[in-house]
């Protein structure tokens, strides 16, 4: 299947991927196109919008992120798998937890994980607000990404319990991104967090403004939070 775009678009951002990559990730948009038959796992279904909103997107993540090898990655709400598993294909030494409450999903993932031969992934069928109170996960990660699963205040409950302190929360957010950072002035005091940056990601401009809000973790995050489940949305702080 070509991946002619991908290997454009990322060329433009320095990235050259390898033929095992390419393979990777043809062998991904293949089983992304067969199962979106069956279920639906993402709206997006022509290959080039897969190359473009799905692969490319969550790579531009990298150019925000520094050196990934060896570090470990939550991604929360991964839903097909993006942006965590692109950036697996891109650096294999990358560990990574995938977190999707919605089990049918998470059979996918094990399937796209296995047929990839990818080590080094976690697949969690649970929700954040659960999974965020569990010793084993709490404060454990070096990066904790989400995109396109609630407003930033929300989010910031959902991600910065998982992240370790001096570790980083990435949000992918789109044109409200300056206006959600805004609202989000008490959360991010209450939780821990450091003053976010807000970056342009490097993506066609066809796609419209796209940013990464990125989050330094200075404070350990009271025991409270997350909240139960559907608490955050409901009550944002």
Request: proline share 6%; charged share 20%; glycine share 8%.
């Amino acid at each position: 299947m070509e991946l002619d775009l991908l290997i454009q678009e990322t060329a433009k951002l320095g990235i050259v991927l390898t033929a095992v990559q390419l393979q990777q990730f043809a062998h991904y948009q293949a089983l992304l196109l067969a199962w979106n038959k069956q279920m639906n796992l993402t709206a997006i279904r022509e290959p080039a919008d897969i190359q473009l909103k799905h692969f490319l997107d969550s790579l531009t993540c990298a150019s925000v992120m520094g050196d990934l090898a060896q570090t470990q990655l939550l991604d929360v709400g991964t839903g097909a798998g993006f942006p965590g598993l692109p950036l697996k294909i891109l650096v294999p030494e990358l560990h990574v937890t995938l977190v999707e409450s919605v089990a049918k999903k998470t059979r996918f993932l094990e399937v796209v994980v296995a047929e990839l031969g990818l080590t080094g992934v976690e697949i969690i069928a649970e929700r954040a607000e659960v999974l965020g109170q569990q010793a084993q996960h709490r404060e454990r990660y070096d990066w904790v990404v989400a995109r396109a699963v609630a407003e930033l205040r929300v989010l910031l409950e959902y991600l910065l319990p998982f992240c370790r302190v001096g570790g980083h929360v990435l949000a992918q957010k789109g044109e409200n991104a300056s206006a959600e950072i805004a609202n989000a002035q008490n959360a991010l005091t209450v939780l821990g967090a450091g003053k976010p940056h807000l970056h342009t990601a490097p993506l066609p401009e066809s796609l419209g403004p796209r940013f990464f809000v990125v989050v330094p973790k200075v404070a350990a995050t009271p025991a409270l939070y997350p909240r139960r489940a559907g608490m955050p949305g409901k009550r944002p702080l």
